[in-house]
């Protein structure tokens, strides 16, 4: 068995969250956080930084470790086991442009609960969950800096 280490992250952005539509050919991985591997020499914060940008084109603030999750998968014949580990990222603008390269058709920042039933996967379901309740902690406390939103005209505040 193949032992394979990835990491990624859940980038927030005035409270919404990035996605990647994800298509191989005809087969579809639908909407996932972006992630990847490990490179030799890397550290974990460096690879999940990474592969946010290199995937989604968006530049991250590491705000906190989440969690990891575990599964495996066959590839041919042979077993691969895959450990990812999931860091909260803050986000300065909702820029995302999603590299096809990577077979990534489509990306966007996301409200909670359309995120929560877009995402693919239950394991990435969960951590959503979790980065989300310590999203809102941070920002209760005051540690989670949120960009004020630009005047506009003809609202409450003119005189």
Known sequence: MEKNVSCGGI???????????????????????????VEEGE???????REVYEESGAKGTIMG??????????VHDQVIHKDVHWYLMQSQSFYSHPRQKEFFED???YKYHEAI???SYPNEKQILEKAY?????????????????PFQRGGADEE
């Open 107 to 109: 990306s966007g920042y």
């Open 11 to 37: 980038v927030i952005y005035r409270g919404k969250i990035l996605l990647l539509y994800k298509k191989v050919g005809n087969r579809s991985d639908g909407w996932v956080f972006p992630k990847g591997t």
């Open 43 to 49: 550290t974990h914060e460096e690879t999940a930084l």
């Open 117 to 119: 039933h877009l995402l």
């Open 65 to 74: 470790y989440i969690g990891s999750y575990s599964y495996s998968f066959r």
């Open 133 to 149: 309740q310590e999203y809102l902690r941070l920002k209760h406390e005051r540690i989670w800096y949120e960009p004020r939103e």
